[in-house]
């Protein structure tokens, strides 16, 4: 199994920045690859963010690009999504969540953590 713990929500000011980092362990080594995902109230669940576990393939949702970035780092085995330029729209839950394919859906998920982004 794999466990993720999220971390580094809070709230902030629109234009503001905030870090978000994910911290995995377990069977690391089936994993292929991990997600950042958000939900708003309302809305359904999306896909914010991938990125390949060696890091050297990431995507990102239109409604993020180039603002958000997000990283790995295999050796402490954290995935970060560092958010610039906060929008009101931005206030969501996000997830970090990790697959063991390409192909296959996120199967490992993490509680959750609260970005506000207020005016």
């Known amino acids: 199994q794999v466990q993720l713990v999220e971390s580094g929500g809070g709230l902030v000011q629109a234009g503001d920045s905030l870090r978000l980092s994910c911290a995995v362990s377990?069977?690391?080594?089936?994993?292929?690859?991990m997600g950042w995902f958000r939900q708003a109230p309302g809305k359904e669940r999306e896909i914010v963010a991938a990125?390949?576990?060696?890091?050297?393939?990431?995507n990102y949702a239109d409604s993020v690009k180039g603002r958000f970035t997000i990283s790995i780092d295999n050796a402490k085995n954290t995935v970060d999504l560092q958010m610039n330029s906060l929008k009101l729209e931005d206030t969501a839950v996000y997830y970090c969540?990790?697959?063991?394919?390409?192909?296959?859906?996120?199967?490992?998920w993490g509680q959750g953590t609260q970005v506000t982004v207020s005016s």
């Open positions: 990125v390949n576990w060696s890091g050297m393939s990431t």
């Open positions: 377990g069977r690391t080594s089936i994993l292929y690859g």
């Open positions: 969540a990790a697959k063991a394919s390409r192909t296959g859906n996120y199967m490992f």
